[in-house]
C-alpha cells in the first residue's frame, strides 16, 4: 500500500530563517506531487505541483519554492521565511493514472517568530 | 470558473443526531467530488468520493453522500452522531482531463455535543 511522509512534524523558525519541508511517498511510481499550506481556520490553498521530476508549477506568487529531485521526493524551501509563512503545510500525491484523486500526508505546522 | 461552497463554517450537532454538512458546486462539467476529514493537527483523511458510478456513495465512519446534478449538491450525511466526529470536514471536486485542477471548499467545522 502507499504511504506518504512528511517531516519535520513542527517547526519554530525566525523572521528571515531558510525552511526546507520534505515529502516522500512510499509504495507507489510517478505519482503527481503536491504542496498546500493551510493558514489557521482557513482552507487550503495550493502552492505547487509537479507531474515528474524536476517539473514544478507555482499556484501562487511568494517566497517559496518547491524542487523535486527524486520520483517520489517533494521540497518545500525558502530562503527567508516571513511571519506571514506560519501555517500548517500539507504534502498530498495522486496516482498518475488518475490525477483526480488525492491523499494527503499527515502534515507540517510551521511556526514563523 | 469551477468552485466549491461549504455552507455553514460552523455546525453543532448533539451526540446521537442527524449530521448534515452541505456542499454544492459549480461548473457545467459533471465533476468528481470528494469529502474529507481533518483532525486537528492531523492531514487529510478521504471519507468518500464519487466518480461517475453511483449517485450514492457510502464512505468510512458510517458517512454517506448522494450526488444531485439537478441541485449541484454533494451534501454529506450521518444518521447519529458521535463525538468522535466532531473534525473539519472539506468538500472537493476535480474534473477529468484538466490536470492537477482540484478544488478545496472552505471547510465545516463539526462540534458534537454530548
Known amino acids: 500500500s502507499q504511504t506518504i511522509h512528511q517531516w519535520p512534524a513542527t517547526l519554530v523558525q525566525p523572521v528571515g530563517s531558510p525552511l526546507s519541508l520534505e515529502c516522500t511517498v512510499e509504495?507507489?511510481?510517478?505519482?503527481?506531487l503536491y504542496w498546500y499550506r493551510q493558514a489557521a481556520g482557513r482552507g487550503l490553498q495550493l502552492l505547487f505541483y509537479?507531474?515528474?521530476?524536476?517539473?514544478i508549477s507555482s499556484e501562487v506568487p511568494q517566497n517559496l519554492s518547491a524542487s523535486r529531485p527524486q520520483d517520489r521526493q517533494f521540497i518545500l524551501s525558502s530562503k527567508k521565511l516571513l511571519l506571514s509563512d506560519s501555517g500548517f503545510y500539507l504534502c498530498?500525491?495522486?496516482?498518475?493514472?488518475?490525477?483526480?484523486?488525492?491523499?494527503f500526508g499527515p502534515g507540517t505546522r510551521l511556526t514563523v517568530t | 470558473a469551477q468552485s466549491v461552497t461549504q455552507l455553514g463554517s460552523h455546525v453543532s450537532v448533539s451526540e446521537g443526531a442527524l449530521v448534515l454538512l452541505r456542499c454544492n458546486y459549480s461548473s457545467s462539467v459533471p465533476p468528481y467530488l470528494f469529502w474529507y476529514v481533518q483532525y486537528p493537527n492531523q492531514g487529510l483523511q478521504l471519507l468518500l468520493k464519487?466518480?461517475?458510478?453511483?449517485?450514492l456513495v457510502k464512505g468510512i465512519n458510517g458517512f454517506e453522500a448522494e450526488f444531485k446534478k439537478s441541485e449541484t449538491s454533494f451534501h454529506l450525511t450521518k444518521p447519529s452522531a458521535h463525538m468522535s466526529d466532531a473534525a473539519e470536514y472539506f468538500c472537493?471536486?476535480?474534473?477529468?482531463?484538466?490536470?492537477?485542477?482540484?478544488?478545496f471548499g472552505t471547510g465545516t467545522s463539526l462540534t458534537v455535543i454530548p
Open positions: 509537479s507531474v515528474g521530476i524536476g517539473q
Open positions: 509504495g507507489t511510481s510517478n505519482p503527481n
Open positions: 472537493a471536486v476535480s474534473y477529468p482531463n484538466t490536470g492537477n485542477q482540484f478544488y
Open positions: 498530498a500525491w495522486s496516482p498518475r493514472e488518475y490525477s483526480y484523486e488525492q491523499y
Open positions: 464519487y466518480t461517475s458510478a453511483a449517485t
